[in-house]
């Protein structure tokens, strides 16, 4: 290990200790400072350690906490950025942190979530032995870019690891495109048409086309979004058969799915630990990703089970007569799958939501008139308030007015202290839908009020 090297390491703990020392996360800040003094620090510290990486618009955190669960189940110890800092910065403090001074990692393994955009510089460096795609949706325009520039950021990150296995979500027709092209050997996820509801094509779909011919896609069914069985009548292009495949959901509710997953040629009872349709894609991919890597199917349908994600996602707080449930949401699809699972709920609840326009949100808000709001106006009695809150607050109760919520339900409430207080005297059971940035300031109040752990603490 050359000196360079060295003196990246040490500033990493010394700047980690530091930022801690004053209650601060310390997840990104001592990585970029390092990244000066060592550009190729991450590739340095990652030699020989065996990676699965995540990255995707949506479930990476929830996936890679699934993934970490059937390593821990099976007694191996991984590198994970819980922290959810998923840029090269954060993954490199993380790497640092678990390693001793001469750049040897303390642990063999590593499970990684890696930002879309980043993926370029990421995988180059990291050399993930797995890399799981989720799903691809319009996201952070303002950031991203259109769906398609998010794709090919990260083909140009796997063509620097030819021999990673990729794990594709075999339903998104633009995750599935990868294999086209990359020389990498494909494993392939996703729902089966016994386990889907709708028949129709998507209403609102960020891929119409062919991505080979630009036909307009012919739909078998549709799960969510541009999910589903897609093929196209001109050039062939189509869904790939899944390797593991969710043959059927046989119920879910606001605590999980129950579900049934084939593996190869088996087909098994999973339990999800999370509800909606999201997170039994989550949990395919994830069970891909553990058994392809060598782990038992059971301590991956296990880990599916069993593992807490918090940090936002389904996170519950014991705040109020009832309780409250934490939702981050980002852009149109991930929001339309929480509209969902609301219109799912039976009896009351209070409804909280929470949009910002910073940088880690996405500075375009426009994508709130292309989620479907209007499935909170048919809810009736059973939404019985609703209050917005964040920078873009009036944004939000524009949209909800038009969407058809009466006005008389919502009410504003920017003071994060004074919307706590308000949410611990509700008496019905609370969903509070926040923003990226937003998610992060609330939740500290929220913490603050009825405990629990800090976010880079895992």
Not at 185 to 199: D, N, R, Y
Request: net charge neutral; charged share 20%; hydrophobic share 40%.
């Amino acid at each position: 290990m050359n000196i360079r090297a060295f003196l990246g390491i040490v500033t990493v703990h010394v700047l980690h200790f530091g930022i801690r020392l004053v209650h601060r996360g310390g997840t990104a800040f001592p990585g970029r400072i390092a990244l000066k003094i060592c550009p190729n620090l991450l590739g340095v510290l990652s030699r020989g350690v065996r990676t699965v990486a995540i990255t995707g618009t949506n479930g990476k955190t929830t996936s890679a906490r699934m993934i970490e669960q059937a390593f821990s189940d099976s007694g191996m110890d991984c590198v994970a950025n819980r922290s959810g800092a998923n840029l090269l910065s954060g993954i490199t403090t993380e790497f640092a942190m678990r390693c001793t001074l001469s750049g040897k990692c303390k642990s063999k393994w590593a499970v990684i979530e890696c930002d879309e955009a980043a993926a370029r510089r990421v995988f180059p460096q990291l050399r993930p032995e797995i890399v799981v795609v989720t799903n691809l949706f319009r996201d952070q325009l303002d950031r991203y870019g259109e769906v398609t520039h998010t794709l090919e950021n990260i083909r140009e990150g796997l063509k620097s690891v030819p021999e990673a296995l990729l794990c594709l979500n075999a339903d998104c027709s633009l995750c599935s495109s990868l294999a086209e092209d990359l020389p990498n050997k494909a494993l392939f996820f996703g729902v089966e048409k016994s386990a889907a509801h709708e028949t129709q094509p998507p209403e609102i779909s960020d891929a119409t086309h062919c991505i080979r011919c630009r036909t307009h896609y012919d739909y078998d069914y549709v799960t969510y979004g541009h999910l589903g069985g897609f093929r196209c009548p001109k050039c062939g292009y189509s869904r790939h058969a899944a390797d593991v495949a969710v043959t059927a959901i046989d119920s879910t509710d606001s605590a999980g799915s129950r579900v049934r997953i084939r593996i190869g040629k088996t087909e098994q009872p999973v339990r999800v630990n999370l509800p909606a349709m999201y997170n039994i894609y989550n949990a395919a991919g994830a069970i891909a990703a553990a058994t392809a890597m060598g782990l038992p199917a059971g301590s991956a349908i296990n880990a599916v089970g069993s593992f807490h994600c918090g940090f936002g996602r389904m996170e519950q707080f014991d705040i109020g007569e009832k309780g409250a449930k934490m939702m981050l949401v980002k852009n149109p699809a991930g929001c339309d799958q929480v509209l969902e699972f609301l219109s799912d709920m039976d009896g009351e609840f209070d409804l909280v939501m929470c949009l910002n326009d910073n940088g880690a949100d996405g500075t375009d808000v426009s994508w709130i008139w292309d989620a479907c709001f209007e499935k909170l106006s048919i809810l009736g009695d059973r939404l019985h308030t609703v209050t917005v809150s964040g920078i873009r607050a009036a944004d939000l109760w524009v949209r909800l007015k038009y969407a058809g919520v009466a006005p008389e339900k919502i009410s504003l409430e920017r003071d994060y202290e004074l919307l706590t207080q308000k949410i611990s005297q509700m008496d019905k059971p609370v969903y509070i839908v926040p923003t990226y940035t937003a998610m992060l300031d609330f939740r500290a109040h929220l913490i603050k009020k009825c405990g629990g752990s800090d976010f880079w603490e895992g």
